[in-house]
């Protein structure tokens, strides 16, 4: 019996058998995606096919998907599903990413056909060196999108319309969040209570936080607002939020977190606070490029024996157009459009006076045990959860009705005029004029400054120094000028406990002087409480100038109960204030209405003031 051949009819059966089944091994299953095919590249990141040609090919695939973009320093590509779409970074500051390769491999994949038997095409994912070709190469930075803004709400641009999700190219803004229908604010009663004047989700909402005043209440509707106008403040900047309470557990972390909802559809990732400014940078560079949200929450910001808060860091980004943070670990930048909303909770607690400028204060405030306080039942954070399309379609809503009103600016002042003018005319269009009305007594709350300065206005009283003048006194006239230079203010300063530590550092008169000098100057005008021997009143730093141009510095008093007879003027004043006056009871002036004569210390002599320092024999004037 003669066996088969390789050219016999049964063999020619079994070959195109094992091709068949071969071809129903690759055919598509179920499912499965019909991508694009790269040719020309090998998994060794060889071409094959001339580079370029190979590049612009990918090139296309990734424009029509309109799915990869670039965003700040990074190129980013867009993952999720319709209800959980988000970002996802593929290169960062010419880096790639772990991983870029397989997220591209979602968009097309590379096929080549090897030098074997039986010439089957071999499928892979991009290779990682031809990714970082691709993604580095000019001509792809060029012509892929460039996103200026990213969301996860909707917001409106720059002419004030509502954009809703997806990719907008004309104002740059890439929306992932849901469609939201505005709903027109009610008649408006002037003088209602301020929750009835609030939309109906909105009331609900914020009604049960111990909001200190009125005008909190209305800052942290602004803090909404701002949300949905972010593209009006990218560049002009808007304000940190200064979320303070004046006892724990009052449910500042809470509205942190329901602002954190409402803005991005999920429980921000709260920061805890250090005073350590690199590690906190570190912080907030991780939990930016781990996150969606679009939220900076700062929780419990608290400095040990009574510092004050102060981040370098904070401060520098909060209200700049661009945020540039270190990424832990790389030499290499994070680097996004500031599009975010900055809060800082604390509790009673002190900050620089820079951070304080740049702050919207909303407070809190309840008297007794914070563990009486009752939500009856109701959570803030999971009914904003649930409520999140209908709150935010209120607050479009009054943007809307200002906008048909003809977009009057807002009157209130603040160092961020822009985002005043808007948020302010915003909520006095829809009957909330209360918008930062506590602004100056916050900062005064708020800033650590001010307790310096109320020190040296009080230690002027005290001790009699010549740089007080009461307002309501006679001034002094003639060519008699009212105040001290900085040079003579350094005792002044020491009994005031205020640049203690920097007068020691600064070397010789002039670099003390320079020190008094910088310190006074950027806080002339400034007001502040005071209060000495149990009367209280309010001081303002003056500056005059002097002979030859210098400048002169001195408080202005306006006591709270004025005193109309001599008598009790001397009465009631300081014992430590009568010797230090320099002045006779015969000489017609009142206690502290201004400097007495005086020598100045270049003329070669001490000073005529009579007031001393507390070392014995030490006349030199303040």
Not at 93 to 115: F, H, K, V, Y
Not at 193 to 204: G, I, K, M, S, T
Not at 407 to 414: D, E, I, L, N
Request: glycine letters at 8%.
């Amino acid at each position: 019996m003669t066996r088969s051949t390789g050219n016999s009819r049964g063999a020619d059966l079994v070959e195109r058998l094992r091709r068949g089944r071969q071809q129903a091994e690759r055919a598509a299953r179920s499912g499965a995606r019909h991508l694009p095919k790269i040719h020309g590249l090998t998994p060794s990141n060889q071409f094959f096919y001339p580079m370029e040609n190979v590049l612009a090919e990918t090139r296309e695939i990734l424009i029509e998907s309109e799915r990869v973009f670039c965003y700040g320093n990074m190129v980013m590509m867009e993952c999720g599903g319709d209800d959980d779409k988000h970002l996802v970074s593929l290169m960062t500051d010419q880096r790639i990413e772990a991983g870029a390769s397989g997220l591209l491999s979602n968009l097309l994949l590379c096929e080549s056909t090897p030098n074997s038997d039986d010439g089957q095409p071999v499928q892979f994912a991009p290779p990682k060196g031809f990714v970082e070709i691709l993604l580095t190469s000019e001509p792809t930075i060029q012509s892929l999108p460039m996103v200026d803004l990213y969301v996860t709400r909707p917001v409106f641009d720059d002419e004030f319309n509502l954009l809703g999700p997806g990719w907008h190219p004309d104002s740059g803004v890439l929306v992932h969040g849901p469609q939201v229908d505005p709903v027109l604010p009610a008649t408006i009663t002037d003088g209602a209570p301020v929750l009835e004047r609030l939309p109906r989700h909105l009331r609900r909402l914020l009604s049960d936080f111990c909001f200190k005043t009125v005008a909190d209440l209305v800052n942290a509707l602004a803090v909404l607002l701002t949300a949905l106008l972010i593209t009006k403040f990218v560049m002009k900047g808007k304000p940190i939020v200064l979320l303070d309470g004046n006892q724990p557990s009052l449910g500042k972390t809470l509205l942190a977190v329901v602002i954190g909802i409402i803005l991005d559809g999920m429980i921000p990732k709260l920061i805890r606070y250090t005073p350590d400014d690199q590690e906190l940078a570190k912080t907030i560079c991780s939990t930016l490029r781990s996150n969606k949200q679009n939220v900076v929450a700062v929780d419990n910001a608290k400095a040990r024996n009574g510092a004050t808060i102060s981040s370098p860091t904070i401060e520098s980004n909060s209200t700049a157009p661009q945020v540039s943070l270190r990424i832990l670990g790389r030499s290499m930048n994070y680097t996004r459009p500031n599009d975010l909303i900055w809060i800082l909770t604390m509790n009673s607690t002190r900050a620089c006076a820079d951070m304080v400028s740049r702050g919207v204060p909303v407070q809190f405030h309840f008297e007794g045990d914070p563990r009486t306080r009752d939500f009856a039942d109701r959570d803030p954070a999971a009914y904003a959860m649930q409520h999140r399309t209908e709150i935010l379609g209120e607050l479009a809503g009054m943007v809307i009705h200002w906008n048909q009103r003809g977009r009057p600016p807002g009157t209130a002042r603040h160092r961020c005029v822009a985002w005043a003018q808007v948020i302010g005319g915003i909520l006095q269009a829809n009957g909330f004029p209360e918008f930062l009305q506590n602004l100056d007594e916050a900062a005064a709350e708020f800033n650590s400054d001010l307790d310096e300065l109320a020190a040296l206005a009080e230690a002027a009283v005290l001790r009699g120094s010549p740089i007080v003048i009461v307002s309501d006194r006679q001034q002094p006239g003639g060519d008699s000028e009212p105040g001290l230079s900085a040079r003579e203010l350094e005792l002044l300063f020491r009994a005031a406990k205020v640049l203690v530590d920097r007068l020691d550092a600064a070397k010789g008169r002039s670099g003390k002087s320079t020190v008094i000098g910088n310190y006074l100057s950027a806080h002339i005008g400034r007001e502040m409480r005071i209060e000495v021997n149990g009367r209280s009143g309010r001081a303002k730093l003056c500056m005059v100038r002097g002979r030859s141009n210098t400048k002169q510095y001195y408080f202005e008093i306006r006591w709270d109960d004025r005193m109309n007879s001599r008598t009790d003027q001397l009465r009631d004043a300081p014992a430590t204030l009568l010797p230090a006056m320099g002045r006779t009871a015969s000489d017609g002036n009142t206690i502290g209405t201004g400097p007495p004569e005086r020598s100045v210390a270049s003329e070669g002599g001490p000073a005529a003031s009579g007031v001393t320092s507390d070392e014995p024999g030490n006349t030199e004037a303040w």
